[in-house]
Each structure stands twice: as structure tokens, then as C-alpha cells.
């Protein structure tokens, strides 16, 4: 704008440049709040997307000790060749 306020005929008014830059800044920050804010709640989403999976993973853990546990007891009893790595098949 300094330059088309320099160069321009007729010359354009300086309080017409000041709003043009004052327009341009507050403009420019009103795009970062929402730039800010959509990453914010991209933040959140992953965050609670992470905490699902987690809490997922060690109820999986927890269902699958158990599971191993049960088996250890029954398959051991019968089976001389029971080995820990026959229950990890997902």
C-alpha cells in the first residue's frame, strides 16, 4: 500500500492507507485466532482419539492375561509341549 499510495494518480488519502493497514492487520490476526483455534480442537480430538486407545489397549491387555491365564491352566495339564508362544496368536 505504501507504494500505491506513493506512485498512485490522484493520490490516495493518508487516512485512507492507515484504515487499508489498520484493515489488513486486524484482518490478519482475526485469520490466527482461527487458525489457532482449528488447531486447538484438532489438538483435542487427537488427544482424545489417543486416550480411547490406550484405555482400549489395556483392557485388551487385561481380557488377554486373563485369557492366557485360563489356558495355561487347562492346556498345561494336557499338553507337554505347551509353550506361551501358541496363545500369542491375535
Known amino acids: 500500500e505504501t507504494g500505491y499510495f ?12 492507515t484504515f487499508g493497514l489498520e484493515h489488513q492487520f486486524k484482518t490478519l490476526e482475526k485469520n490466527l485466532q482461527n487458525k489457532i483455534h482449528e488447531i486447538k480442537l484438532n489438538n483435542r480430538k487427537i488427544i482424545d482419539t489417543l486416550t480411547k486407545q490406550i484405555f482400549a489397549l489395556a483392557n ?6 486373563c485369557f492366557i ?12 509341549n505347551f509353550s506361551l508362544k501358541s496363545l500369542l496368536v491375535v
Do not use: H, W
Request: net charge negative.
Open 69 to 80: 491365564r485360563s489356558s495355561k491352566r487347562i492346556d498345561s495339564s494336557t499338553d507337554s
Open 60 to 65: 485388551f491387555e487385561t481380557e488377554y492375561v
Open 6 to 17: 506513493i506512485f498512485s494518480i490522484p493520490r490516495a488519502n493518508l487516512s485512507e492507507m
